[in-house]
């Protein structure tokens, strides 16, 4: 069994499947601090920070909350570079 998904890498060895997400944001804003503490107290908080400050959110279609210790333009940057890849991929020239 083949799984042609693209994974996203957010830092440290931590990888989230590319098509599930949703969103990447920055942590410094009462919203997402809210945000950060309700998943929390839902069990969908994920801590891939490895002990390191949290400088992105990343939140899926599953409505977990993965927290990453990488900005969140680069995030954005990777994510955008697969997208352009499997554009490609499907439209070859």
């Not at 599930?20 to 994920?46: D, G, H, Q, T």
């Amino acid at each position: 069994m083949s799984c042609r998904c693209k994974l996203l890498n957010i830092g440290f060895g931590n990888t989230v499947v590319a098509d599930r997400v949703v969103a990447i944001v920055n942590p410094s804003s009462a919203p997402m601090k809210r945000l950060r503490e309700e998943a929390k107290n839902n069990s969908k908080l994920i801590d891939a920070t490895q002990g390191r400050r949290t400088r992105s959110i990343v939140i899926t279609d599953s409505n977990h909350v993965i927290l990453s210790a990488i900005q969140a333009e680069t995030i954005s940057q990777r994510l955008s570079a697969d997208l352009l890849t499997k554009t490609e991929e499907k439209d070859p020239r």
